[in-house]
């Protein structure tokens, strides 16, 4: 079970250049849908051009969460803050990154190492769903996949077990 996400944190002076957007999901929280470096401070240039990516969710600002919130909320972070330069942390790969754990399943064939299938568990769309199969990967309840063996496997597209 793997609930870390990659993350990274910018310190951007104000105009950014950055348009943001509200996630659809469940989980809320803003993600960046352009890049506007023409209306943009000339010294964001280096993180506009190789750090800050289209659909990386904002998760802070300064030491405040954003995660969870709506556009208004997330966005009155920013735009409410005095402050000529603030500290803004992202997530790769939206807020799904975020709020959804991964789950993964080493394979072995005859005792030896062959991979691992990673899942990520939907948690901002079915969150029952995503805790039960997230405790039955863990065993917490005494119980769960470990041990379980596939009897169909095609590869590049799925596995039955």
Do not use: W
């Not at 996400?5 to 951007?12: D, G, I, K, P």
């Not at 568990?121 to 997230?134: I, S």
């Amino acid at each position: 079970f793997d609930d870390r996400f990659e993350s990274y944190t910018v310190t951007l002076k104000k105009p950014m250049g950055l348009v943001f957007e509200e996630s659809d999901s469940a989980a809320k929280g803003i993600y960046v849908k352009k890049v506007n470096k023409a209306a943009a401070d000339p010294a964001n240039d280096f993180d506009l051009t190789n750090k800050i990516s289209l659909g990386d969710a904002l998760i802070k600002v300064g030491d405040k969460s954003a995660l969870g919130l709506d556009f208004d909320s997330a966005f009155s972070l920013l735009a409410d803050d005095p402050a000529q330069e603030l500290k803004l942390t992202f997530a790769r790969g939206g807020v799904g990154a975020v709020v959804n754990p991964r789950a993964f399943f080493e394979i072995e064939i005859g005792g030896e190492k062959v991979g691992k299938i990673v899942i990520e568990l939907r948690k901002d769309v079915a969150p029952k769903t995503a805790e039960n199969f997230r405790k039955l990967c863990t065993g917490e309840d005494d119980f769960g996949f470990k041990g379980s063996t596939f009897h169909r496997v095609i590869p590049g597209f799925m596995c039955q077990g």
